[in-house]
C-alpha cells in the first residue's frame, strides 16, 4: 500500500458553470494550502463538466497549482462524424490527466455496458491520460450477497486487451450503487472486502506488479468525517467523491484526511 499515491477526486457530475468552476477550484487550493496539503502525500483530482475545462486548464496553468483535473467520460470513437461526442484526443489537449469512465449513472441512465467501458478505457489510456473504470453492484445484488461475483465480472469485462504494465497504472473505482448519493456509506469492512477481491482478480490475470500497481479508489457517500475510516484499509488508495466535492472545505478535509 505504501508504494501507491493515494489518490482523491472529486466527480462534480453536472454542477457547475465554468465560472463557478473557476471559484471552487481557487478556493480549494486555498483551502489545501491553508491545510498544508502535501500533494506529493495525496494526489488530487476534480472532474468537472466538460464545459469547465478550459477554465480550469487555464486556471490550474496560470497558478500553477497542483490539482490535476480529468473529465467525467470519453468517447469510443476517435473523433469524426459522431455528434455530441468528445474525443480522447481533445481531452488530452486540454491537459486532462484523468478520465472516469463506467460510473454507474452513465452505465444507468446510457445503457453503457462493459464492452463499450472497455472501448472508452483504451481511448483515454491511448491518449496519454488515465482511466479511473468504475464499478459496483446495486442494492439487489447486495442484498443476493453476490456483490464480488458482480464487481468482478464487470472488472474482467471493463479490462478486457489490457497489458499488465497498463494495468499497474490503472484506477479502479469501487462505488456500490446503493451508496452513491444516498448518504449511505459502506463501512470500512465493506470497501476492503471488495476492493481486496478487486486487487486479487487483477493479481492472478495480470501478476503481482499489475496488482502492487494498481490504485483501487471507493467511492460512496464520503465525506471529511468517514474518510480516515476507509483510508486506514490495505487495498483503499482513495476516494471517487460527488457531492462532498462540490464544497471546498469539504473536499479539502477528504484530501487531508492524513
Ligand atoms: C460518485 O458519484 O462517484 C459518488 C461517489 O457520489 P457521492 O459521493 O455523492 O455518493
Redesign the pocket.
Known amino acids: 500500500k505504501n508504494s501507491r499515491v493515494p489518490l482523491m477526486a472529486g ?1 462534480w ?1 453536472s454542477n457547475l458553470n465554468h465560472l463557478e468552476a473557476v471559484h471552487l477550484v481557487q478556493k480549494l487550493a486555498l483551502t489545501l494550502a491553508d491545510k498544508k496539503h502535501d500533494f506529493g502525500k495525496v494526489e488530487v483530482v476534480v472532474v468537472p463538466p466538460f464545459t469547465d475545462l478550459r477554465s480550469v486548464q487555464t486556471l490550474v496553468d496560470g497558478d500553477r497549482l497542483q490539482i490535476r483535473y480529468g473529465a467525467q467520460d470519453v468517447s469510443e470513437h476517435d473523433g469524426g462524424a459522431y455528434t455530441g461526442e468528445i474525443a480522447a484526443s481533445m481531452l488530452a489537449k486540454l491537459g486532462c490527466s484523468y478520465v ?1 469512465v463506467g ?3 452513465r452505465r444507468e441512465y446510457h445503457h453503457e455496458d462493459d464492452a463499450l467501458v472497455n472501448a472508452k478505457a483504451h481511448k483515454a489510456l491511448a491518449a496519454g491520460m488515465t482511466p479511473i473504470v ?1 464499478v459496483g453492484e446495486g442494492l439487489e445484488i447486495r442484498k443476493e450477497g453476490r456483490h464480488v461475483e458482480h464487481t468482478l465480472a464487470q472488472l474482467d469485462g471493463s479490462l478486457a486487451e489490457f497489458t499488465a504494465e497498463q494495468v499497474a497504472g490503472l484506477v479502479i ?1 469501487y ?1 456500490p450503487v446503493w ?5 449511505e ?1 459502506a463501512t470500512p469492512e465493506d470497501a476492503q472486502e471488495v476492493c481486496a477481491a478487486i486487487r486479487a482478480r487483477i493479481g492472478e490475470v495480470h501478476g503481482a506488479d499489475a496488482a502492487d500497481g494498481v490504485r483501487v479508489l471507493y ?5 471529511a468525517s468517514n474518510v480516515a475510516g476507509i483510508m486506514q484499509k490495505a487495498d483503499v488508495d482513495g ?7 462540490l464544497q471546498a472545505d469539504e473536499f479539502g478535509g477528504i484530501c487531508r484526511f492524513y
Open positions: 466527480n457530475k472516469v460510473h454507474s449513472e468504475c473505482a462505488e451508496a452513491i448519493g444516498t448518504g456509506v467511492g460512496g457517500s464520503v465525506k476516494a471517487l467523491v460527488g457531492g462532498a466535492s
